[in-house]
């Protein structure tokens, strides 16, 4: 035994490159003799590049290789002194360490970026390069989050076997939070790090394998809390822990202190400034721009036809400006190469007019333009927006005139003519990228607008102080006043205009005119109105942007009637384009779009304090009632202003009494309900506690908001504002007399943990997590967690973040021995199936107390994608039966879930052919409910009894038939190892029911032909040949089945004469079913005598009377059938003894004498007045004025 223990370690070692530990061994799958294979391998191979390709596809937040190719090439010759400069040298050659890159605007920082990555840190078998180019004018690119994702974009699509299955199950389970947490993907760097990393390096070299080079351009212009994350992370990897080997960064920014001192961690940080750090190397930059400017001047020289010493004066002159950066040669040779072109003037003037500086050269390139004022207004635009515009919204912004009320009357240019006339109002400032438009560079932004960010002096100044290095560093920029006022504007400025640009818009009569219907046009609507996505979701955000500090006063307030009038215009949710824009709008929110929001909520939820003060002076009659409440939410317009954070629309919603707010005057009125409660019987303290808006929390607290109102699960926003982890919150709250103990559960904590995780309320559980004083494992007591709990109402989110804490275990059992995993199964709950299986570490075949298990459940409820997961960790029996003897694949087929039965059939490994406890196999019920390919399938394995009974004695032929199914019942039939005269047991079929029965009574015509060739082959003893074809015939009449009936006997011959053991035969049912086609088809056989007696020695006239089968009395009339015929009763004295007055018409109608009289001479008054007959007085009556009215007629007749 040891020695095949051995072999097979040998084998999994060497066979199989199994980096994730996925391969095991299950037992009863392993012979010790023979081939070993590997089942499924193609399918599971497959399925992990399918999920590799996914998480792939998510990291891919932004187009990186496009962002580097924005820069241009290096010109040969330049960046060398960067490669061969001793630091950078000693970095390549290092370990896990940074290097930090710094250099003042305009030195080509993004060029050498781009040269880097394509021709000096390229790819090979040791080292795998990474990149990012941080953007502050685009949204994506400077994003923390967005370079991580970027950076494991670019690893794991050359490494691929990195991507392991930890990391798949990361992504996979937490989704967007993985994605958009700079934690869980900085650790994930790390990990794939260390894992490309030889364990144990004997060497130098060896320890290089696999290195990862990650080039960050520009870290300067990354969001400011990302930046400082990042660094404070990257200070981490130079420690003398190591953190992970192989694991390299190249930093490149602006020379900005709190980059350097952030990036000091425990030890001096490596640093090169590429204005140089001595005179050698400062000469060395400067060489290397000499080429770069020879090389464009000889570009120049070359397209218009220079002389040569034309060429060499501008090179001369370009030479003497001191300072030079590659962003002021490329500018300078841009205005030189179009004032040559444009103003049609020699080399020596061109030269006079060089600039000096990059001040200089911005300040060129405007005077330049054709418009100015039309210039400023875009560059406003640009500064300003919040994402980079697209052509079309640009060309539909600028066209935008004060008279213009809808689309029609905007002049929109096609897109080629206006790039050129943006080039022509902003030359070289404007850069236009995939339709979108960009500033050339950074510096472009604090040319342009007034108190820009830190000035570039003071920073050097900071960095000068605290290194000798940065002592001559020079930047064209410095040294310069600034723009001239002409050129620059404020930011607020630019706001402001996109304010009043974006709410025209809007106020388009084609909104109102034609609105926005419903969402699932939303998406074409947007396409259709150009400008409508930008201005919807960002109009706001530029409005608070453009208020100043004098804004917030309370002239500030009153400042722009029109203004606010617009706005109310806007937000009047009895209009149609509020709703319109507002849905736009709320696509950036994940919640659910909230029904029957008011004006007062719409300016309230934005916090439009000057719209909110205008609504309120013009109610003078009071009709705005503050307390109104969403229909989805219940949420007041109070709740949504505390929850947004907006303080002085908060005060001024409650400070109505006294009818003064802030000096400003407005009508008398009772202010809003501070404790108004929403949906969740939460307080608008609870959302401004939630959100941690202390000034809210404070305004509240000031109107007396209660702090012990209990919500649905039993939180107070006492409890809330201990657990929210803002010291301020707690202060303000503490000033009330208030104060949780978190050391105990007498606040009830654990409860609330509980009701959290049953209803689904994930700020809740944040919140309760936080105090780290709950137990997320905590039992009630039926010993169930909140883990089983969230898992059985598929409460994903939740489920998510208690695995997250590492304190639960997802496989205890409750009482009943059912597990978390067990629980969300039982319920279908996919997605927390998924999640428990990916990162809960659960064992997948656990059973409950009925003895089912997750398979079991999950199959049942036809979840393919779980099957297929559970079926892949090789740890579940998939042949498991439960207390009543049903196998996960039987209840799979029971169900009819027909892709699941695939799944188990081809891949799990099943017994195809266990029953359950009624004895019914998986054959049975997939043949019941039609599933032809399931069926093959199953025929197809050769492991199947195709005619097996269950305890009812019926065949999956015999259900096949039942439903309908012709495919699998011509399957089946094709097999010839099934009897289509098979017999189930039922309480009225004496001799039982065959399938071609079945089919009969359902109607299934293809069915009853496929079968009734197949029937009677063998005659039953003591039975009519035909008798199987007979009993369906006679079902099909008892259920009314007139095609089937048709069939039987037009197609199938059946004996008309035929009859059961009962003595029934098909006319005798015919009357029954009182159908004149069904009499009329057996009549037209031609072998009825229709006068003949028949059961009860009737015939078949009397007895469709005694029936009240008025069509087939009516059918058999037509057929010739004597209403006089001598028999007893006569059929017209049957009819008057069953009371029926419309059976007697019929018959009188058709010659039935109505003096007729029986063999004792009594006539049908006297049948009507026996002790058995069932005439009411009503039809008495009736049936004596029919038959006095007859007999006249026969007296008249009789007379003449």
């Known amino acids: 035994m040891a020695t095949i223990v051995s072999m097979m370690e040998s084998t999994r070692e060497s066979a199989f490159s199994n980096t994730e530990c996925r391969v095991g061994f299950q037992a009863g799958t392993i012979i010790n003799h023979g081939q070993i294979t590997t089942v499924d391998n193609q399918y599971s191979s497959e399925k992990l590049k399918s999920r590799k390709h996914s998480v792939l596809q998510r990291l891919y937040k932004t187009s990186y290789q496009e962002h580097k190719d924005r820069n241009p090439d290096r010109v040969p010759g330049t960046c060398e002194w960067f490669v061969t400069h001793p630091r950078f040298q000693e970095w390549q050659e290092s370990k896990s360490k940074s290097l930090w890159v710094s250099a003042d605007p305009g030195c080509g920082k993004s060029v050498l970026a781009k040269y880097l990555i394509d021709s000096v840190l390229t790819n090979n078998k040791s080292r795998t390069t990474c990149y990012f180019f941080f953007k502050d004018d685009i949204e994506d690119q400077k994003s923390v989050t967005n370079a991580i994702c970027c950076i494991l974009h670019q690893l794991f699509s050359v490494r691929r076997e990195l991507l392991s299955e930890k990391i798949l199950e990361q992504f996979e389970i937490r989704g967007d939070n993985f994605i958009n947490s700079f934690t869980a993907l900085w650790g994930t760097l790390l990990s794939v790090a260390r894992a490309s990393n030889p364990s144990i390096p004997s060497n130098e070299s060896e320890s290089k394998h696999n290195e990862i080079v990650c080039l960050l351009d520009a870290i300067d212009e990354c969001e400011g809390s990302g930046r400082i994350q990042l660094v404070k992370e990257l200070s981490k990897l130079d420690g003398p822990r190591g953190l992970a080997p192989n694991l390299k960064f190249l930093l490149i920014s602006r020379p900005y202190s709190e980059i350097r001192h952030g990036l000091i961690g425990s030890r001096q940080p490596r640093v090169i400034h590429l204005s140089g750090e001595s005179e050698e190397e400062s000469e060395k930059i400067s060489r290397e721009i000499d080429i770069y400017i020879k090389a464009r001047v000889e570009d120049i020289s070359t397209q218009h036809q220079l002389e040569s010493e034309d060429e060499e004066l501008l090179l001369k002159n370009l030479m003497s400006i001191p300072n030079r950066t590659y962003l002021w040669v490329y500018l300078t040779l841009d205005l030189i190469e179009t004032d040559i072109y444009t103003d049609n003037i020699g080399i020596s003037e061109a030269i006079t007019r060089v600039s000096r500086t990059v001040n200089e050269a911005y300040e060129r390139i405007l005077n330049k333009s054709h418009n100015f004022e039309k210039a400023k207004k875009l560059l406003q635009i640009v500064v300003a927006a919040v994402r980079p515009l697209s052509l079309t919204e640009m060309c539909m912004a600028l066209a935008l005139k004060n008279d213009h009320q809808s689309c029609s009357d905007l002049r929109i240019e096609p897109e080629a003519r206006f790039r050129d006339h943006i080039r022509d109002l902003c030359g070289f400032l404007i850069v236009i990228k995939d339709s979108r438009i960009y500033l050339l560079h950074q510096t472009v932004k604090e040319f342009l607008v007034q108190n820009h960010g830190v000035p570039a002096q003071s920073v050097q100044a900071s960095l000068a102080s605290s290194s000798p290095a940065y002592k001559d560093i020079s930047n064209p920029t410095n040294g310069n006043p600034g723009p001239g006022r002409q050129y620059s504007f404020k930011l607020q400025d630019s706001h402001l205009l996109l304010t009043k640009i974006c709410i025209q818009y809007l106020l388009f009569k084609d909104f109102e005119d034609h609105p926005l219907e419903g969402d699932d046009m939303l998406d074409e609507y947007v396409k259709k109105n150009g400008f409508l996505d930008y201005s919807a979701k960002h109009w706001t955000a530029h409005f608070h942007e453009s208020r100043t500090i004098l804004d917030q006063t309370a002239p500030g307030f009153r400042a722009n009637r029109s203004e606010t009038e617009s706005i109310l215009k806007l937000c009047d949710a009895s209009s149609k384009r509020c709703p319109t824009w507002f849905r736009v709008y709320w696509t950036t929110v994940t919640d659910r779009f909230p029904g029957k929001f008011t004006t007062m909520m719409i300016v309230s939820y934005f916090g439009l304090t000057a719209a909110i003060i205008h609504l309120l002076e013009t109610d003078t009659d009071q009709d705005i009632n503050l307390d109104s409440k969403d229909d989805t939410y219940q949420r007041s317009a109070l709740s949504w202003a505390a929850g947004n954070g907006f303080d002085y629309v908060v005060e001024l919603l409650l400070g109505g009494i006294g009818g003064r707010w802030r000096n400003i005057s407005v009508p008398f009125r009772t202010g809003a309900a501070v404790d108004s409660q929403d949906l969740y019987g939460r307080t608008p303290l609870v959302y401004a506690i939630w959100n941690r808006h202390a000034a809210v929390v404070n305004i509240l607290l000031k109107g007396r908001a209660g702090i012990a109102a209990e919500d649905s699960v039993k939180g107070t926003p006492l409890v809330y504002a201990f657990c929210c982890g803002n010291r301020d919150i707690e202060e303000l709250v503490s000033k009330r007399g208030a104060k949780v103990d978190l050391h105990s559960d007498r606040n009830g904590l654990t409860a609330m943990l509980f009701s959290a995780t049953s209803k689904g309320q994930e700020p809740v559980l944040e919140f309760l997590l936080k105090t780290d004083k709950v137990d997320p494992d905590s039992r009630d007591e039926s010993e169930r967690t909140p883990l089983s709990y969230a898992a059985e109402w598929g409460r994903e989110g939740i489920v998510e973040k208690l695995l997250e804490t590492g304190k639960v275990n997802p496989n205890l059992r409750d009482k009943s021995g059912t597990t978390p995993l067990l629980y969300a199964a039982a319920r279908g709950q996919e997605g927390t199936v998924k999640i428990l299986l990916e990162r809960g570490k659960v064992d997948p075949d656990l059973g409950d107390g009925k003895g089912r298990t997750p398979l079991s459940y999950i199959a049942e409820w036809g979840r393919e994608g779980i099957v297929e997961r559970l079926l892949e960790t090789g740890k579940v029996n998939p042949n498991l039966r439960d207390k009543s003897g049903t196998t996960p694949l039987l209840y799979a087929a029971a169900r009819g879930q027909e892709g699941t039965v695939k799944i188990l059939l081809e891949r799990g490994k099943v017994d195809p052919d266990l029953g359950d406890g009624k004895g019914r196999t998986p054959l049975s019920y997939i043949a019941g409910w039609g599933q032809e390919g399931n069926v093959k399938l199953l025929i197809e394995t050769d492991k199947v009894n195709l005619d097996e009974r269950d305890i009812k004695g019926r065949t999956p032929l015999?259900?096949?038939?039942?439903?309908?199914?012709?495919?699998?019942?011509?399957?089946?039939?094709?097999?010839?190892?099934?009897?289509?005269?098979?017999?189930?047991?039922?309480?009225?079929?004496?001799?039982?029911?065959?399938?071609?029965?079945?089919?009969?009574?359902?109607?299934?015509?293809?069915?009853?032909?496929?079968?009734?060739?197949?029937?009677?082959?063998?005659?039953?003893?003591?039975?009519?040949?035909?008798?199987?074809?007979?009993?369906?015939?006679?079902?099909?009449?008892?259920?009314?089945?007139?095609?089937?009936?048709?069939?039987?006997?037009?197609?199938?011959?059946?004996?008309?004469?035929?009859?059961?053991?009962?003595?029934?035969?098909?006319?005798?049912?015919?009357?029954?079913?009182?159908?004149?086609?069904?009499?009329?088809?057996?009549?037209?056989?031609?072998?009825?005598?229709?006068?003949?007696?028949?059961?009860?020695?009737?015939?078949?006239?009397?007895?469709?009377?005694?029936?009240?089968?008025?069509?087939?009395?009516?059918?058999?009339?037509?057929?010739?059938?004597?209403?006089?015929?001598?028999?007893?009763?006569?059929?017209?004295?049957?009819?008057?003894?069953?009371?029926?007055?419309?059976?007697?018409?019929?018959?009188?109608?058709?010659?039935?004498?109505?003096d007729s009289k029986d063999y004792r001479g009594r006539d049908a008054t006297r049948y009507m007045h026996l002790s058995d007959a069932k005439g009411t007085p009503e039809n008495i009556r009736l049936i004596r004025e029919l038959l006095d009215s007859y007999s006249q007629r026969v007296q008249r007749k009789s007379g003449r």
Do not use: W
Not at 1016 to 1041: C, F, I, P, S
Not at 1081 to 1101: A, F, M, V, Y
């Open 958 to 1154: 015999s259900y096949a038939a039942e439903s309908g199914s012709a495919p699998t019942v011509k399957l089946l039939l094709e097999t010839g190892k099934v009897d289509p005269d098979s017999r189930a047991y039922e309480e009225f079929e004496s001799k039982g029911c065959t399938p071609l029965l079945f089919a009969a009574r359902k109607g299934h015509e293809a069915v009853v032909r496929l079968l009734y060739p197949q029937t009677d082959r063998v005659k039953l003893e003591h039975h009519n040949e035909h008798y199987n074809k007979g009993k369906a015939l006679l079902a099909a009449m008892e259920y009314g089945q007139e095609m089937i009936v048709q069939i039987l006997i037009e197609e199938a011959k059946v004996d008309p004469l035929f009859s059961d053991e009962f003595g029934h035969g098909p006319l005798l049912r015919a009357i029954k079913a009182d159908s004149e086609n069904m009499v009329q088809l057996i009549l037209n056989t031609g072998k009825i005598d229709i006068d003949q007696k028949l059961h009860e020695r009737s015939t078949p006239i009397s007895l469709a009377i005694k029936y009240g089968s008025m069509n087939a009395v009516r059918a058999l009339l037509k057929a010739g059938a004597d209403p006089n015929i001598t028999i007893n009763p006569i059929p017209l004295l049957q009819a008057a003894l069953e009371g029926n007055p419309e059976m007697v018409r019929l018959l009188l109608e058709n010659g039935a004498l109505p």
